[in-house]
């Protein structure tokens, strides 16, 4: 079983290199179990000006997703409502957050923050490993 990783992050007014360098190193430290969703391979941002496509798409993407992994380096309405909504819906949240004075609503609508982008991926690989020996001591592998 692969778990699904959704990310998130600021993506308008931000350069395109700034928003996906954080990408590109998860995906090759997570590419063999974990299926990466990122948002921005599914849907042509700036290109497609339906915003409720974009939106519908981007929830149906976090649904389908064990984990949320949201980098917060710097504030955006989208990336804190893509955490609010994985919040209710039991996904894990983690947030990768690399100031000191995060925000109180990030703080309590998260599972575990981080300051970088490597600890963050460790974690998840641990969490996914605790998630494998549960699965095996209950006979469900």
């Not at 990122?38 to 649904?63: G, R, S, V």
């Not at 309590?108 to 690989?125: E, G, L, M, P, R």
């Amino acid at each position: 079983m692969k778990f699904k990783i959704y990310l998130a992050s600021p993506i308008f007014n931000i350069e395109e290199e700034e928003s996906n360098k954080w990408k590109k190193i998860v995906k090759l430290k997570l590419k063999n179990n974990f299926i990466i969703i990122d948002p921005i391979e599914h849907f042509d941002y700036k290109k497609n000006k339906d915003e409720q496509y974009l939106i519908h798409c981007d929830k149906l993407n976090i649904q389908r997703s064990d984990i949320i992994l949201a980098n917060c380096w710097q504030p955006s309405f989208g990336t804190a409502m893509e955490i609010l909504y994985a919040w209710e819906r039991k996904k894990l949240v983690f947030i990768i957050f690399p100031h000191d004075n995060i925000h109180p609503w990030i703080k309590y609508h998260s599972t575990k923050i981080f300051k970088n982008v490597d600890d963050a991926i460790i974690s998840i690989k641990e969490h996914y490993l605790e998630f494998l020996q549960k699965q095996l001591s209950s006979g469900e592998i």
